[in-house]
């Protein structure tokens, strides 16, 4: 479309991946079609017989030569506009599969989260996996797929596994996971975290990872599963750069008290109480960024640790970015909060947790009100979101003042509740007036889950 040059550019690195663009695979018939021509000529006749239109124009390409990458799913959407019949689909499907086979040398990129035994079956001869780098799939693939990759594939680097209730073990992901020689990220997705299985499905995958120990930087765990196998996991992962958990049963303190990660850079465990926070976090290299821990604030002793895990923060992470806070608006917490604010100035995202006690409701105001006096008077330099779990409360005035004075970047600032009085005529024209003098970049109120997930993407 510009010139011969450009086409010649383009077309290796559009096809390198032609399935990871944000496109309707869907209604795209010339991939279809580009890949239906290098088909046998039998094979074609087959099709034409059975009333599928084909193009006879010759390629100006060799496209699947420069294809570095398998997406199952995707596949399947091409096959289906060709075709209504699932018989003609199934072995559309493996004449595909054997034609990426040995048109695509040096796969680095396969995705069969959708892999249906019947439909995808060739001699392990023709694997082109040896310098396979990343691997999507689900633990409904039989175990001996994985003991196939296994023997060729020692160079992959990221594997994300999801798990659509299977609760029976796959040994073969354990022993994919402990020949690779450079793997560095590691996701484990449960289709849904309603279901305790009677037969622990993780162990082995657990044991595996904690063998590459000297490579893995990033584990992303979303399931729930027997937390004594974890916990001894775990320690061994001292280069970690990013640890996502999404459910901990119960903390053992003895074992986190072993977890030193000098690179950590996200931390996010959902559920995990602040004094084990607190060791993880003082236990780290400085290096973290963001720190989206959810607390329960109604534990015994949440008043005490949460002064301390703001106290650990502050001391330990100086280049904080984005981060989950719990607090209870009392003096003592407001002034630790105030020193993290004046500390972290690569602070660009705060949410804040308040948890409230009804006896002292009154003073709770007053204080909440003080939390906009000390972002006026510490606020980081980046600072450009802050967030407000459940309803944050303050007067016309306070609010009024809080914007007058704020002389940084322009706030987006969400809660899950309207701010007190929010409804009210006024409030909404004090908003709106400070979003037309720049000020305010937006003042919206969103669901709790919304606000949990918004801008803290890992």
């Known amino acids: 479309m510009v010139n011969r040059l450009w086409c010649e550019t383009a077309i290796p690195i559009l096809w390198r991946n032609p399935w990871s663009y944000c496109i309707n695979y869907y209604n795209k018939k010339y991939l279809f079609v580009v890949i239906i021509s290098y088909l046998s000529k039998d094979t074609k006749e087959y099709l034409m017989s059975q009333g599928i239109s084909l193009s006879h124009k010759s390629l100006l390409f060799d496209y699947l030569s ?67 780098h990343e691997l999507i799939c689900n633990t409904y693939v039989d175990s001996s797929y994985f003991h196939g990759l296994a023997r060729v594939s020692h160079n992959i680097q990221r594997i994300n596994i999801v798990n659509k209730l299977n609760t029976k073990a796959n040994l073969g992901i354990a022993r994919l996971i402990e020949v690779q020689k450079n793997l560095k990220y590691f996701e484990w997705k449960d ?32 399931f729930k599963c027997d937390d004594n196998t974890l916990f001894k996991v775990l320690p061994k992962l001292h280069n970690l750069k990013s640890l996502i958990i999404n459910y901990l049963r119960y903390s053992n303190i003895e074992q986190l008290e072993r977890c030193f990660y000098h690179d950590l850079e996200i931390f996010k465990i959902d559920h995990l109480d602040l004094k084990a926070s607190s060791i993880i976090i003082e236990n780290s290299g400085g290096q973290l960024k963001k720190i989206l821990i959810e607390h329960d604030g109604y534990v015994h002793n949440f008043n005490k640790d949460s002064l301390i895990y703001i106290r650990k923060i502050h001391e330990n992470c100086p280049l904080i970015e984005y981060l989950y806070l719990a607090i209870t608006p009392t003096r003592k917490h407001l002034n630790e909060l105030e020193k993290l604010l ?59 003042e809080f914007f007058e004075k704020w002389n940084g970047h322009a706030l987006s600032i969400v809660t899950s509740d309207y701010i007190h009085g929010g409804n009210d005529q006024h409030f909404v ?30």
């Open 191 to 222: 289709y849904s975290f309603d279901f305790f299985p009677r037969v622990d499905p993780y162990k082995e995958v657990l044991i595996a990872l904690g063998k590459k120990a000297n490579t893995i930087n990033h584990l992303k765990l979303y």
């Open 342 to 400: 004046e500390v972290c100035q690569n602070l660009k995202s705060l949410l804040l947790i308040i948890r409230y006690h009804v006896e002292a409701e009154e003073e709770f105001f007053k204080n909440e009100e003080e939390i906009l006096k000390i972002l006026i008077r510490s606020k980081p330099t980046n600072l450009r979101e802050i967030k407000f779990f459940h309803e944050f409360r303050c007067s016309l005035k306070a609010l009024e």
């Open 66 to 132: 420069f294809c570095k990458s398998i997406n199952i799913h995707i596949i399947k959407s091409i096959i289906s506009l060709g075709t209504s019949s699932p018989y003609i689909r199934l072995s559309l499907q493996r004449e595909f599969y054997r034609l990426f086979m040995k048109k695509c040398s040096g796969l680095k990129y396969l995705d069969m989260k959708l892999f249906e035994f019947e439909e995808f079956y060739f001699p392990e001869v023709e694997l082109p996996f040896e310098s396979l």
């Open 429 to 458: 024209e004090l908003i709106n007036k400070y979003k037309d003098n720049g000020v305010l970049k937006d003042f919206k109120c969103e669901t709790i889950k919304s606000i949990m997930n918004m801008g803290f993407e890992v």
